[in-house]
């Protein structure tokens, strides 16, 4: 099913689109999902091949669960990405396996924008669940021939400098920052330490994005320094 884009998801995304529905392998601590509680195992529903997605769109396909986890049957991923080419739209696929990406160039889309998310420079095992390394993902993100974005949520705290190492390694074409959305205790920056990592993506050029939930932590963000997304904007929290 295409489903409007609704809640705490990008503004730019109209629709979203998942083939695979269960738990999602990287099982994330702060994972949206887990909100309606336990997931059954993770499946690929055939169904949602015969779905209309229109023309003119901005898909974010596999928004429910990270189709590019190691763990992901290589022609589910196959099966998905020859339906999107279906359709005249352009999709966002995102991924903290980015990896992946590579091994699927010939198949996406190509209007297409790939995305990871780098929520910190550091790795929080209690909350990253069986996720790459941040640094790791930035590298996979590096080769990229398709457009880019980078996904700073749920924020936790980190190094700035070796944060913004790794987010200039992807090369985005814009970068969103937002915070925890549902309490689930992420060690967390201080609102100084966000606007500074605004101010010096900025300074080298990078669009940043700031999601609405992000002013629980930085209530009065310096507004000349950034674009300021004041809708309510799902990824990751």
Excluded at 20 to 48: A, T, V, W
Aim: aromatic share 10%; proline share 6%.
């Amino acid at each position: 099913m295409l489903n409007p884009s609704k809640g705490n998801m990008y503004p730019f995304i109209t629709h979203t689109w998942n083939t695979l529905k269960g738990k999602c392998p990287h099982d994330c601590s702060y994972c949206y999902m887990k909100r309606f509680g336990e997931q059954k195992p993770i499946r690929f529903d055939k169904s949602e091949l015969n779905t209309d997605l229109g023309d003119g769109n901005f898909i974010f396909v596999g928004s429910s669960c990270d189709m590019w986890a190691n763990d992901i049957l290589k022609n589910w991923v196959i099966f998905t990405l020859n339906h999107c080419n279906k359709f005249n739209n352009t999709y966002l696929y995102q991924s903290k396996n980015p990896y992946r990406f590579k091994e699927f160039r010939n198949w996406i889309p190509p209007d297409s924008v790939l995305g990871t998310t780098i929520e910190t420079n550091r790795f929080y095992s209690t909350h990253m669940g069986n996720t790459p390394e941040p640094l790791h993902r930035a590298f996979a993100m590096s080769w990229s021939q398709f457009k880019t974005m980078v996904t700073v949520e749920p924020i936790m705290d980190f190094d700035l400098d070796e944060l913004i190492d790794i987010i200039k390694r992807c090369n985005p074409e814009w970068v969103n920052i937002g915070a925890d959305s549902q309490g689930h205790n992420l060690p967390e920056p201080s609102g100084e330490k966000i606007q500074a990592l605004i101010d010096n993506l900025t300074r080298e050029g990078v669009d940043v994005k700031i999601k609405h939930n992000l002013k629980r932590l930085l209530p009065h963000p310096t507004k000349s320094a950034l674009v300021v997304d004041e809708n309510e904007g799902k990824s990751g929290s």
